[in-house]
T-cell receptor, first 113, second 111 residues
Framework: GAGVSQTPSNKVTEKGKYVELRCDPI?????LYWYRQSLGQGPEFLIY????????DSGLPNDRFFAVRPEGSVSTLKIQRTERGDSAVYLC???????????FGPGTRLTVT | DAKTTQPNSMESNEEEPVHLPCNHS???????IHWYRQLPSQGPEYVIH???SNVNNRMASLAIAEDRKSSTLILHRATLRDAAVYYC????????????FGTGTRLQVTL
């Protein structure tokens, strides 16, 4: 079946601009996660949704980052006033329930110039 | 979160077994041991997990020390496609949610 998909695969934006990154989880998966991975590092947790609500947003670095999942399936990660330090691969994962293994998408590579 | 310690890198020859170690001396009784791997230019992929007993699946085996302070991921016959970064992660059974990744072990497989 279809896995987790993320769009776009690559995004280049200028410092100060607004970006949206989209995640389509596996159908029927109730839990959805966003992670960020910098070069040479392991993924770093950002936020976790159970259904439509953000159950844990403790990893969001500041208030420029926001994520939504309005219908409990697709999620969008939104970054305002992008900074060069936001450049990274943004990974999305989903799981059938919050206690199950997580399935990751291929990621969106964000480059802020 | 309890921490894990893994070697930065390991090498293996193709068709030979690989033992990837992980130390987790501060593990609690309710922490599950999870392994994920990340192939180049891909998102992480679940490999295996366990609590106390050794576990086997189609991808690998997980051997857990009796005191649970260490574990070993075993790839029975490494192939070039197993070249990846392998992450050992502790996940508290009572808290569904995030995975806390370290820097993992980069496995190189050569002919």
């Amino acid at each position: 079946g279809a896995g987790v998909s993320q769009t776009p695969s690559n995004k280049v934006t200028e410092k100060g601009k607004y970006v949206e990154l989209r995640c389509d989880p596996i159908s029927g998966h109730t839990a959805l996660y966003w992670y960020r991975q910098s070069l040479g590092q392991g993924p770093e947790f950002l936020i976790y949704f159970q259904g439509t609500g953000a159950a844990d947003d403790s990893g969001l670095p500041n208030d420029r980052f926001f994520a939504v999942r309005p219908e409990g399936s697709v999620s969008t990660l939104k970054i305002q006033r992008t900074e060069r330090g936001d450049s990274a691969v943004y990974l999305c994962a989903s799981s059938l329930t919050p206690y199950d293994e997580q399935y990751f998408g291929p990621g969106t590579r964000l480059t802020v110039t | 979160d309890a921490k894990t310690t893994q070697p930065n890198s390991m090498e293996s020859n193709e068709e030979e077994p690989v033992h990837l170690p992980c130390n987790h001396s501060t593990i609690s009784g309710t922490d599950y041991i999870h392994w994920y791997r990340q192939l180049p230019s891909q998102g992480p992929e679940y490999v295996i997990h366990g609590l106390t007993s050794n576990v086997n699946n189609r991808m690998a085996s997980l051997a857990i020390a009796e005191d649970r302070k260490s574990s070993t991921l075993i790839l029975h016959r490494a192939t070039l496609r197993d070249a990846a970064v392998y992450y050992c992660i502790l996940r508290y059974a009572g808290t569904a949610s995030k995975l806390t990744f370290g820097t993992g072990t980069r496995l190189q497989v050569t002919l």
